[in-house]
């Protein structure tokens, strides 16, 4: 609770309250006024309360002395009573600070201490020693909450929790790349997590990283995620935004089945292998930067990786992971589906791009029969991608897009040029400026942000029918799904499984 009131807190308190099941004062964040009205916050928030204060060095608000803040610390636990339900639950205490009389008083009220220690700047090396050493009577519970610079930081706090498995505590990487320590608490070994009405505008998170309240309950269930759940999840750099855990843990939660969904950001695809490793995740959608990455990884692998060089999904077997690509089907089935046809043969086709996503969809097109042309900016990777398949290739120049004269039935734009967030002055987002529509192509693009890129739009107006990627996202994750639980889609639910924003 991170508001400036206490009113306020109550007010969200009351909103979000099917999906806590305890809240945690900041006191640091009230309004200094408000500070010293917390002792009835228990009784009126309806569930146990952790009473926090923070200090700025913390990463907290609060920038008073000591003294100022052990006695507010002290006007929250004074005049217990004997209903424990109108006193604070559990009293946030640093490990650095000393005061016997304070501890002693929270014990007698029925109190439980949390000793904290935060690293707001990166990862300690000496976790399991500190865990160890921190507690100081065996009732207390210990928080550590570290920044995580790198994955490895997140291996290095994984793997003391582990070593620590015995005692209660509360293990959390801070920022972005340790977000999934706050989905899989239980895996992390931490007795609870932390999570903010980051939607409501006066409730900033209370740390980096934190989870908005309804998603951690909703989206990712947290409440039924337990040891024996299977984790799946998607790993990528910097993966700041994917649609791809609502597809699946809509489909999880559907069908009922005790799996969860996690974006794994990671700074390093050899790390990540070791956090699989030690969270058993089952099962791995790829994204940027790491399709090629992560090959040397696989046990085995299927035909497409091998042909393509490219995996985007990981599925755990008995022996080891396998390796597979289900962009190639993905795009197939979804161009296809939109043609209306069931293969390409007697299709003059041009791809444009030469990159990874050009790779699977060249392998697809030469499997089902079409007479292709490749043209890229960088005309070298153009003909080596051609070459085993004896297509035709390019440069993005004029003699290239005189060649399109021949190869004009589809034309698949497979470039990132058109990306949002990838040339923000827009001025390079049509990679085949050049090119004139004469209105009786067929129109792909595999962006699906925008929904309809600057090559789409001229398409279109040439009188086109245009189709983005939006389509062929869903259909490989259906795949996905497919590979990782060894089982069809649920194809019922599909309408009602969408992802984030179509
Ligand atoms: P992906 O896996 O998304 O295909 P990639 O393997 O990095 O990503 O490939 C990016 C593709 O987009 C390449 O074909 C690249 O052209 P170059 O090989 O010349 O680099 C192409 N590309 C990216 N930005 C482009 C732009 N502004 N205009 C034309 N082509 C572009």
Redesign the pocket.
Known sequence: MTAKTLGRNLDILDKYHKYADMAELRVDCLDPDERLLIRRFPEQAGMPVILTIRRDSDGGHFVGGEGARISLMARGLAYAETDRRHNFAYLDIEEDLNVTSLEEAARTFGTRIIRSYHNIKGTDADLPVKIRSMRRSGDEIVKVSVTANSTEDVINLLRAGKECEEQEKILISMGHLGIYSRILSEQFGSFLSYCSAISEPDTPPAAPGQIEVRELASLYRFRNITKATKVYGVTGYPLKATDSPHFFNTVFDMEESNAVYVPFPADSITDFMEIAKELNIEGISVT?PY?EAVIPFLDFQSDEVRTIGACNTLTLTPQGWLGTNTDTKGFSDSLLTFLGRSNFKRQHITVI??????RAVAFELHRLGAKVLIL???VH?ARRLAAPYKFAWGG?DEQGIEKMDKYRDIIIQ????GMEGI?PDNS?SD?AAMYNFCGREEVMDLVYKPKITAFLKRASNAGCNIQNGYDMLIRQARYQYTQFTGKEFPEHFFSRVQFGET
């Open positions: 940027v399709k791009g030469a990159g990874g996503a050009a890229n900016r960088t990777k993005l497979t470039t990132s040029a040339n390079s990679p």
